[in-house]
């Protein structure tokens, strides 16, 4: 796919292709410094960033989409108390869904959630709830009594998730208009606080950049890992 004189990028920057000796090439970077690169390992970081710019596209036509015809989704933060700072340990983040309380009789399809963990006091997902409320099972009961209870659940996609709660957002570095005494609205574990779609469009982005710098800097890691 690469052609000598093409001009590619990959996590370390844009660059030219200089020489092609398979499976290595050489290129240059637009700061001048030269590299000899494997050739199958940079096709697939070419067609990862060509795939996230697209994404990027889409997501900012249908937002002007939304905000042109106006939105009927509701955005929420839901807290969550995590067994480990590091493990997504709450049973139904494990199963993709989110439990039915008194307040989100008003959910739907569509609506967006931030997920909240109260003990690291830190913003780390962002989710879209994906369908209709429905119920478990009796033999789909096999967590602990108290989350046992709760039987009616929303599914939903995750847009995005910090696995390394030390890189997510503080509570602390960012201000949120639509909620008062914000530590303490987002102490009970469970629930859902509604907040605005200004509100949440802040911490999304800031979720989603921070999730694709960690990607970033594991693939160049595993570029450098590889290339020595």
Do not use: C
């Amino acid at each position: 796919m690469f052609e000598v004189g093409g001009q590619y990028e990959n996590r370390i920057g844009k660059y030219t292709v200089q020489e092609i000796n398979y499976p290595r090439m050489t290129v240059r970077y637009v700061n001048g410094e030269t590299a000899e690169l494997n050739i199958n390992i940079q096709s697939r970081i070419w067609e990862n960033i060509q795939a996230e710019e697209e994404a990027k596209a889409l997501s900012r036509s249908v937002r002007a989409t939304r905000l042109a015809a106006g939105s009927n989704n509701n955005f929420y933060i839901k807290p969550v108390s995590l067994l480990a700072a590091e493990e997504m340990t709450a049973p139904d983040w494990r199963d993709r869904m989110t439990g039915f309380h008194d307040s989100a009789a008003n959910m739907k399809a569509g609506d967006r959630l931030i997920y909240y963990a109260i003990e690291s006091q830190v913003f780390f997902a962002v989710a879209t709830i994906t369908g209709p409320v429905y119920e478990l099972t009796a033999k789909d009961r096999f967590y602990d009594d108290e989350v046992g209870s709760q039987n009616q659940y929303f599914p939903i996609d995750l847009d995005a998730q910090m696995t390394n709660l030390e890189k997510a957002i503080s509570l602390d570095s960012v201000e949120l208009e639509s909620v008062t005494d914000v530590k303490k609205a987002l102490s009970p574990a469970g629930t859902y606080i509604k907040i605005s779609e200004d509100d949440f469009e802040l911490l999304a982005e800031l979720l989603t950049e921070i999730t694709e710098e960690d990607d970033d800097d594991e693939e160049i890691e595993e570029e450098e890992e590889f290339e020595d």
